[in-house]
């Protein structure tokens, strides 16, 4: 357990509907990062936090997907009108403030789109 | 855009050899490499890293190799167990050393 946790684990939705993400990283930690994985494929970038500001967006984040961290803490992370295309594990790291230290993952949230 | 690669999506080895998992890189600007282990249904999980004023850096049982000049990356892993049966990524930090971009991965099988 690397102490960063995610939740929900699995999520199974029907296309078009809305579905909200959330991390919770490791307390100190300024960084935090969205990730996600399809299968047999590296992790892919989306999105970048440190405190409560968005640093970075991935061109993969179209307009349906949006994070959030207001508080600097915990993050969502919400995809609107869902597509199978979405199905895919979706996760979140944390990191400290210094530069090219590894980040820590969280398990994931699994989700299917049927 | 910049990207890190695996040179086999496979490798399978025998218990209690050792086990040699390459990646290439392709930003020569990057300054930190990271490997990652990811067993099914988790989260990749960090193993051991390195950074570009290094060409050798040992952990237990593990060893990374960096050969900036070749732009080369390996990890070894020493008397390999069922454990180690796993997918491992190699990384590399990008703009500024904050951003972590993986490559495909490859797929360690132990045998028994």
């Known amino acids: 357990d690397t102490g960063v946790s995610q939740n929900p684990r699995h999520k199974i939705t029907k296309r078009g509907q809305n579905v909200t993400f959330r991390c919770d990283p490791i307390?100190?930690?300024?960084?935090l990062y969205w990730y996600r994985q399809t299968l047999g494929q590296g992790p892919e970038f989306l999105t970048y936090?440190?405190?409560?500001?968005?640093?970075?967006k991935s061109r993969l984040l179209s307009d349906r997907f949006s994070a959030e961290r207001p508080k600097g803490s915990f993050s969502t992370l919400e995809i609107q009108r869902t597509e199978q295309g979405d199905s895919a594990m979706y996760l979140c790291?944390?990191?400290?403030?210094?530069?090219?230290?590894?980040?820590?993952f969280g398990q994931g949230t699994r989700l299917t789109v049927v | 855009g910049e990207n890190v690669g695996l040179h086999l999506p496979t490798l399978s080895v025998q218990e209690g050899d050792n086990s040699i998992i390459n990646c290439a890189y392709s930003?020569?600007?990057?300054?930190?490499f990271i490997w990652y282990k990811q067993e099914s249904g988790k989260g990749p999980q960090f193993i051991i890293d390195?950074?570009?004023?290094?060409d050798k850096r040992q952990g237990q049982r593990v060893t990374v190799l960096l050969n900036k000049t070749v732009k080369h990356l390996s990890l070894q892993i020493a008397a390999t167990q069922p454990g180690d049966s796993a997918v491992y990524f190699c990384?590399?930090?990008?703009?500024?050393?904050?951003?972590?971009?993986f490559g495909a991965g490859t797929r360690l099988f132990v045998k028994a």
């Open positions: 790291a944390s990191g400290g403030l210094r530069q090219n230290t590894e980040a820590f």
């Open positions: 930003n020569s600007a990057s300054d930190y």
């Open positions: 990384a590399e930090n990008g703009d500024g050393g904050f951003k972590t971009i």
């Open positions: 936090f440190q405190n409560e500001a968005q640093l970075e």
């Open positions: 307390s100190e930690h300024n960084r």
């Open positions: 390195i950074r570009s004023n290094m």
